[in-house]
Every structure is written in structure tokens, then in C-alpha cells.
């Protein structure tokens, strides 16, 4: 392989997802010299790919619309929720933080949020709130990007409608009442005629949502603060200064369109690979429901290898598995591809919650709440099937509800069902005995479930699971159905079938990090130079599940947190600085909902650049994890699954 010169900068930040750009954008509008490294030919890794929101207890959003919350709510909650996982320095470093890093980018970067003010958490354990909790990323144009936007990673396609994102809301509101309001079948002729308009021009929508929104603003800020940006660029190596084992990390090995560089960063290394979702090695070692590692579908981009994960052991860093569970569990189905391709993992996210559908066993029973999260449907699945046999799902509709409301990558009226037949993708029947004998479900223990369910589901009940009865529920279901938004039965053929398998929105278990987002290695001890963000680092809720977000928000909050502490900035003294930056910069403020000119984004963006100090000071946290000594609260009545022991 040919070798080239050496690279210099003072940060050197391995991924592009969330994590690691927001570790970049805050170094480097500490002056500092940045490089980002992403092993893919496209930037933006699994946040890309994901709804964009962030679980930010207290932000600002939050407390310009009047919702103020007791200050030690947020902590009981997660007392409640993460048990002995509850990790006392990361939650102060996340509730503490989190809200004046929404401040940092929205003072100082093209970053601009929404609220999720509606958005309840998951459960309803004391400290839980119905919203307040949430922001996501405004919608963004893409032709800010200019030739940036041929370089961020696209939305995944089977979520998308011919290539153009939905974001949640209204926005998707709008296209489930097409077909019965005339207000949103207008909103949906405009938003089409806008994509065929920029497919033509552009070759994809210029209208960034959810995830893809929140990489793109990223980009736009990184490129605005000269941050060099490499993609088909993989890190091989770490280098180290003096002792290979206890030097400080200064660099790492990295082969760039297929030439090997060494890259010399004089502050540190940021591991942000996006966790090992597709190391199939490491699945088996740590999903304990398969042994071979294989029977595992994730959503995450097949880049996500556990590249940083090895780096870092390779530098003395300590793998932590000890978690709940090991991943983000979600329901998926496999949709088929043509011309030999593999299938890709659909996620399951919205239509469960919906009036008029069920999961059921290959027994043909139910054994979950549907509209619960996907993390708690997949748990309940592990655990309700016998070791030995396939863990897999099906969920059944009739025609109503699929017409209706789609089911998985099916889409609902005015497409049509047979193309999905016809790949094999969605079960057809005209009654529920014979779907269940084309799917390999119990047609008894189907036909007596429905009866059953039914039975109560004309009422708004569900007494076997109380589906509708928590406030994530009903907001996931359909508010123009009553009583119960998520129930209805299930009365009239013909009925459909999509087969449901265990998968993921990415990987919970890490390398261990200390409140800072430092590195330790098996003593508890920071590893020099050396910090992790994002899925690289061990989940700070322990594995547990407690809200939407709870992945992108502490992603998107250590990575600041990181890009301080090698900036040698305290976090008081940012502070500091951002509020003298605002008052002399004449700041655009964001207001909730309210949308940003491109020319105020780049006013706002070309202001208040701190300089960076002439050295780093250490930043002060703790070396050690510390652990509250809890007792532990079910957070939900789903016990968890797939830990090894």
C-alpha cells in the first residue's frame, strides 16, 4: 500500500455520526485544527438514518414554551428506570450539560432544534413526564450542503416514500389524513410536487428531516469552521506516545482512498464509529438469545463494525457488557431486494401503536402490548419464546387497517398491495385461519386470539395487556379514533400477515467512559488522549430503555463535553464565553418551530468563535464509574433480555 505524509491536527475524530461531529464542531470552534476520518464513502453513520430526536430533560425549547420541571425529576426518573445501572457523574453530566449544549449550537452553529413538547417518555415510573423532554433538528436545505450534500449518508430508502423523508408530526399526520381531509391531501400534493421538483434539479430531496436534518446542520457547521472532512477514510491503528501501553494516544494509522497516512493529533483521539451492530463475533458473545451471532437484523448502516470498539481495546480500553441489555432492540422485517441483493431490515416504529393490529406467537397468541417501545416488544419476544425456536413475530391487520395505515414497508392507499405479495413480503388471506397457515402461526390459536381480542376491542379495552392505557401509547395511536386510540378490531377480511425478527437501532454495550467521555481501561484509569462517544462508549443508561433519544441525546451531549475537555475548556468557562459571545454577536435566537434564513445561519455561525487556550488543561471528572446504590424499579412490566450473564 502506498504510504504518504504525515497528517497533522490537533483533534482527530474517528466517525461522522452525531457523536463525533458534535465533538468536532465544538473543538473546533475552540480553534482548535480538526479532522474527521469516516470509514464509509458517505458521512452521517446511523444518526443519519435515525428520527434525529434527543432526550434533553430541561431544555431550552422546553422553558421558552413554559415547561419547567422539578429540578430533581429527571434524576428520579432514571433512578426508577436504570436501577443499579444508574450512574450518578453521566447523569449529572447529561442533565446538568445537555441543555446548555442546545445552547452552544444554537448560538454558535448552523444547528437549530424543534421541540418535542407532545413527546412523553416511555414509561410512567415516578419522575416521568407526558413531554417536555425532547428536541429534534429543523428541517434543513440541503443546497446550504452545496457540493457537501453528494457526501451525506441518504435517508434509509425502505423508510422513505420513493427516496423523500417523513419527518414525525404533523408532517406525517398529514400523509396518514390524506385520503380523509382535504387540508392534508393539499400538504401532501405540495410536499410531492417539491421532491419531484428536486429530484429532477438534485437527484434527491433538498428537504433534510429528522436525522438527516441534524447530520446535515453538523456538516454545514463543521465545513463553516474549515474541519477536514475524510470519508473512505478507516482507522487501522492507534498510535501512542513512548510506552505502547501506557503512552498517550496521539494519532492513529488511517488509510484514505486506499493510501495509508499516519495522523498526528496533539489533544487526543475521539472513538465515534458508531458501535458493532454488524460485528457478528461480538453479537455472539454478548446477545445471549443467539449463540452463533448471526440471528440478528439491524437497522444500522453495515459499516458499523466495532471498528472503534477494537481500537480502543487495543489501546487498553475496557469493553464494558455488563448492561441490561446489549442493544437497542427493535422489531424488523426483511424486505427483498432484487438482482441477488440481500434483504434490509424495515423497522417497526410507528404502526404498532395504531387501532386495528396485533402481534402474535407461532402459537397464534399475543404477549405483548403492541404500541409499547420497540426496545420493550423485543424484550417481551425474547422472552416469551421457548430456547431452541426461531424468536420471530407476526404482526396481522385486516384490510381496513392496512388501507389505511400500511403495514411495515407495505404502504397504505392509493399504493398497492401486490408488489409486496408478490416479493413475498406481506401474507395474504381472506381469513385468519388460512393467513395463519400460509405463515406457520397456529390457525386456532390465531382464530381464538382474534375472537378474544375483538370481544373487548369494540369497547376501547385491552385487559390482557391495557394497550392504550400510558401516554406513549395514545400518542403513537390514532387520535381520531375513539374511545382508545390504539385499539380497534380486527373484523374484515381479507387479513395480512408481516413477519417480525429480532433487530436493532444500534448496540448499548461499549468501551467504559468516565463522566468527561474519557476512555478507562480495565483499573478504572483514563486512557491518555484517548475519548469515546456515541456507540463507541458504553450506554449511560446502562442498557435500559426509558425514553425516545436516549441514544442521540448523551451522543450528542459527550461529544460536546469531549470537544470541551480537549479544547482544555472547563464547562463553566464555556459557559461563560457563550453568554458574552451571544450579547456581541447579535445571535439569531430560534424559537420553537420558527424556521432559520440560510443568511442568519451563516451570520450566526461567522460570530462568537471562542479561541482555543495555548495548552489544554486537564479536564476535571471522575477516573472511576460511580454507581448509585439503588434498589432497583422495573421500568416497565417487561423483564429485560439478551444479557450474558
Same mark, same amino acid.
Given at each position: 500500500?502506498?504510504h504518504?505524509?504525515?497528517?497533522?491536527?490537533?483533534v482527530?475524530?474517528?466517525?461522522?455520526?452525531?457523536a463525533?461531529?458534535?465533538?468536532?464542531?465544538t473543538a473546533?470552534?475552540h480553534?482548535l485544527?480538526?479532522?474527521?476520518?469516516e470509514?464509509?464513502?458517505v458521512?452521517?453513520?446511523?444518526?443519519?438514518w435515525?428520527?434525529?430526536?434527543?432526550?434533553?430533560?430541561?431544555?431550552?425549547?422546553a422553558?421558552r414554551?413554559?415547561?419547567?420541571e422539578?429540578?430533581?425529576?429527571?434524576?428520579?426518573y432514571?433512578r426508577n428506570?436504570?436501577g443499579?445501572?444508574?450512574?450518578?457523574?453521566?447523569v449529572?453530566?447529561?442533565?446538568d450539560?445537555g441543555p446548555?449544549?442546545i445552547?452552544?449550537f444554537?448560538?454558535?452553529?448552523?444547528?437549530r432544534?424543534i421541540?418535542g413538547?407532545r413527546?412523553?417518555?416511555?414509561?410512567?415510573?415516578?419522575?416521568a413526564?407526558?413531554?417536555?423532554?425532547?428536541?429534534?433538528?429543523?428541517?434543513?436545505?440541503?443546497r446550504e450542503?452545496?457540493?457537501?450534500?453528494?457526501?451525506?449518508r441518504p435517508p434509509?430508502d425502505?423508510? $422513505?416514500?420513493?427516496?423523500?423523508a417523513?419527518?414525525?408530526?404533523q408532517?406525517?399526520?398529514?400523509?396518514?389524513n390524506?385520503?380523509?381531509?382535504?387540508r392534508s391531501?393539499m400538504y401532501?400534493?405540495r410536499?410531492?410536487?417539491?421532491?419531484a421538483?428536486h429530484?429532477?434539479r438534485?437527484g434527491?430531496?433538498?428537504?433534510l428531516?429528522?436525522?438527516?436534518?441534524?447530520?446535515?446542520?453538523?456538516?454545514?457547521?463543521?465545513h463553516?469552521?474549515?474541519?477536514?472532512?475524510?470519508s473512505?477514510?478507516?482507522?487501522?491503528a492507534?498510535?501512542?506516545?513512548?510506552?505502547a501501553?501506557t503512552?498517550r494516544?496521539t494519532?492513529a494509522r488511517?488509510?484514505i482512498?486506499g493510501v495509508a497516512?499516519e495522523?498526528?493529533a496533539?489533544r487526543?483521539?475521539?472513538l465515534?464509529c458508531?458501535?458493532?451492530p454488524h460485528d457478528?463475533a461480538?453479537?455472539?458473545q454478548?446477545?445471549a438469545?443467539?449463540?452463533?451471532?448471526?440471528?440478528?437484523?439491524?437497522?444500522?448502516?453495515?459499516?458499523?463494525?466495532g471498528?472503534g470498539?477494537r481500537?480502543g481495546?487495543?489501546?487498553?480500553?475496557?469493553?464494558?457488557?455488563?448492561?441490561?441489555?446489549?442493544?437497542?432492540?427493535?422489531?424488523?422485517?426483511?424486505?427483498?431486494?432484487g438482482n441477488g441483493e440481500?434483504?434490509?431490515?424495515?423497522?417497526?416504529?410507528i404502526e404498532?401503536?395504531?387501532?386495528?393490529v396485533i402481534?402474535? $406467537?407461532?402459537?397464534g397468541?399475543r404477549?405483548?402490548?403492541?404500541?409499547s417501545?420497540?426496545?420493550?416488544?423485543?424484550?417481551a419476544?425474547i422472552g416469551t419464546?421457548?430456547a431452541?425456536?426461531?424468536?420471530?413475530?407476526?404482526?396481522i391487520?385486516?384490510?381496513r387497517f392496512?388501507?389505511?395505515?400500511?403495514?411495515?414497508f407495505?404502504?397504505?392507499?392509493?399504493?398497492?398491495?401486490?408488489?409486496?405479495?408478490?416479493?413475498?413480503?406481506?401474507?395474504?388471506?381472506d381469513?385468519?385461519a388460512?393467513?395463519?397457515e400460509?405463515?406457520?402461526?397456529?390457525?386456532?390459536?390465531l382464530?381464538?386470539?382474534v375472537?378474544?381480542y375483538?370481544?373487548?376491542a369494540k369497547?376501547g379495552?385491552?385487559?390482557q395487556?391495557?394497550?392504550g392505557?400510558t401516554?406513549?401509547?395514545?400518542?403513537?395511536?390514532?387520535?381520531?379514533?375513539?374511545?382508545?386510540p390504539?385499539?380497534?378490531?380486527?373484523?374484515?377480511?381479507?387479513?395480512?400477515a408481516?413477519?417480525?425478527?429480532?433487530?436493532?437501532?444500534?448496540?448499548?454495550?461499549?468501551?467504559?467512559?468516565d463522566?468527561?467521555?474519557r476512555v478507562?481501561?480495565?483499573?478504572?484509569r483514563?486512557?491518555?488522549?484517548?475519548?469515546?462517544?456515541?456507540?463507541d462508549?458504553a450506554?449511560m443508561?446502562?442498557g435500559?430503555?426509558p425514553s425516545?433519544?436516549?441514544?442521540?441525546?448523551p451522543?450528542m451531549?459527550?461529544?460536546?463535553?469531549a470537544?470541551?475537555?480537549?479544547?482544555g475548556?472547563?464547562?463553566?468557562?464555556?459557559?461563560?464565553?457563550s453568554?458574552s459571545?451571544?450579547?456581541?454577536a447579535?445571535?439569531?435566537?430560534?424559537?420553537?418551530?420558527a424556521q432559520?434564513?440560510?443568511?442568519?445561519?451563516? $451570520?450566526q455561525?461567522?460570530h462568537?468563535v471562542?479561541?482555543?487556550?495555548?495548552?489544554?488543561?486537564?479536564?476535571t471528572?471522575?477516573a472511576?464509574?460511580?454507581t448509585?446504590?439503588?434498589?432497583?424499579?422495573?421500568n416497565?412490566?417487561i423483564?429485560?433480555?439478551?444479557?450474558?450473564?
Amino acid at each position: 500500500m502506498k504510504h504518504e505524509p504525515i497528517l497533522e491536527c490537533d483533534v482527530l475524530v474517528l466517525g461522522s455520526g452525531a457523536a463525533g461531529l458534535s465533538a468536532a464542531v465544538t473543538a473546533a470552534t475552540h480553534g482548535l485544527r480538526v479532522m474527521v476520518a469516516e470509514k464509509a464513502d458517505v458521512f452521517g453513520g446511523t444518526s443519519a438514518w435515525s428520527g434525529g430526536w434527543m432526550w434533553i430533560p430541561g431544555n431550552p425549547l422546553a422553558r421558552r414554551a413554559g415547561i419547567v420541571e422539578e429540578s430533581e425529576a429527571s434524576r428520579t426518573y432514571l433512578r426508577n428506570e436504570l436501577g443499579t445501572h444508574y450512574d450518578a457523574a453521566k447523569v449529572d453530566a447529561l442533565l446538568d450539560h445537555g441543555p446548555a449544549m442546545i445552547e452552544f449550537f444554537e448560538r454558535h452553529t448552523a444547528v437549530r432544534f424543534i421541540d418535542g413538547n407532545r413527546i412523553p417518555d416511555f414509561h410512567t415510573t415516578p419522575g416521568a413526564m407526558s413531554g417536555g423532554r425532547s428536541v429534534c433538528a429543523m428541517p434543513f436545505d440541503g443546497r446550504e450542503l452545496g457540493p457537501l450534500i453528494g457526501r451525506l449518508r441518504p435517508p434509509l430508502d425502505v423508510v $422513505t416514500l420513493k427516496g423523500m423523508a417523513i419527518a414525525s408530526g404533523q408532517d406525517l399526520a398529514h400523509f396518514f389524513n390524506a385520503t380523509r381531509s382535504p387540508r392534508s391531501a393539499m400538504y401532501v400534493l405540495r410536499r410531492l410536487a417539491a421532491f419531484a421538483g428536486h429530484k429532477l434539479r438534485h437527484g434527491r430531496s433538498m428537504r433534510l428531516v429528522n436525522g438527516n436534518a441534524l447530520v446535515a446542520r453538523l456538516l454545514k457547521s463543521a465545513h463553516d469552521r474549515a474541519v477536514d472532512l475524510r470519508s473512505n477514510a478507516k482507522a487501522v491503528a492507534l498510535l501512542r506516545e513512548g510506552d505502547a501501553e501506557t503512552g498517550r494516544v496521539t494519532g492513529a494509522r488511517v488509510e484514505i482512498d486506499g493510501v495509508a497516512h499516519e495522523v498526528h493529533a496533539t489533544r487526543g483521539v475521539v472513538l465515534a464509529c458508531g458501535g458493532y451492530p454488524h460485528d457478528v463475533a461480538r453479537r455472539a458473545q454478548t446477545f445471549a438469545y443467539t449463540r452463533s451471532g448471526r440471528e440478528h437484523w439491524s437497522a444500522a448502516p453495515l459499516t458499523n463494525t466495532g471498528d472503534g470498539i477494537r481500537l480502543g481495546e487495543a489501546a487498553g480500553a475496557h469493553f464494558d457488557a455488563s448492561l441490561e441489555t446489549p442493544a437497542a432492540w427493535a422489531p424488523v422485517s426483511l424486505v427483498p431486494r432484487g438482482n441477488g441483493e440481500p434483504p434490509v431490515a424495515f423497522p417497526h416504529l410507528i404502526e404498532r401503536a395504531k387501532p386495528g393490529v396485533i402481534a402474535v $406467537t407461532r402459537g397464534g397468541q399475543r404477549f405483548v402490548n403492541e404500541a409499547s417501545s420497540y426496545h420493550d416488544f423485543i424484550n417481551a419476544l425474547i422472552g416469551t419464546t421457548p430456547a431452541g425456536e426461531e424468536v420471530c413475530a407476526w404482526l396481522i391487520c385486516d384490510h381496513r387497517f392496512q388501507r389505511r395505515y400500511g403495514l411495515g414497508f407495505s404502504k397504505p392507499f392509493p399504493f398497492p398491495t401486490g408488489p409486496y405479495r408478490r416479493s413475498g413480503y406481506l401474507q395474504r388471506a381472506d381469513s385468519l385461519a388460512a393467513l395463519a397457515e400460509q405463515c406457520g402461526i397456529d390457525p386456532r390459536g390465531l382464530e381464538a386470539t382474534v375472537t378474544a381480542y375483538n370481544s373487548y376491542a369494540k369497547d376501547g379495552f385491552d385487559p390482557q395487556f391495557h394497550k392504550g392505557s400510558t401516554p406513549y401509547n395514545r400518542v403513537q395511536g390514532d387520535a381520531r379514533h375513539a374511545p382508545n386510540p390504539c385499539i380497534a378490531p380486527l373484523e374484515r377480511g381479507p387479513f395480512y400477515a408481516v413477519k417480525l425478527l429480532p433487530g436493532s437501532l444500534g448496540t448499548f454495550a461499549g468501551l467504559a467512559t468516565d463522566a468527561a467521555a474519557r476512555v478507562l481501561d480495565h483499573a478504572g484509569r483514563p486512557v491518555p488522549g484517548l475519548y469515546a462517544v456515541g456507540n463507541d462508549s458504553a450506554s449511560m443508561m446502562g442498557g435500559c430503555y426509558p425514553s425516545g433519544g436516549i441514544t442521540l441525546g448523551p451522543a450528542m451531549t459527550f461529544g460536546y463535553l469531549a470537544g470541551l475537555a480537549l479544547a482544555g475548556i472547563t464547562r463553566a468557562e464555556s459557559t461563560r464565553r457563550s453568554v458574552s459571545a451571544q450579547r456581541g454577536a447579535h445571535a439569531v435566537q430560534a424559537t420553537p418551530g420558527a424556521q432559520v434564513t440560510p443568511s442568519a445561519q451563516t $451570520t450566526q455561525g461567522a460570530h462568537a468563535v471562542p479561541t482555543a487556550p495555548t495548552a489544554p488543561t486537564a479536564p476535571t471528572a471522575q477516573a472511576v464509574l460511580q454507581t448509585a446504590q439503588t434498589k432497583p424499579t422495573p421500568n416497565s412490566t417487561i423483564p429485560s433480555q439478551g444479557r450474558i450473564s
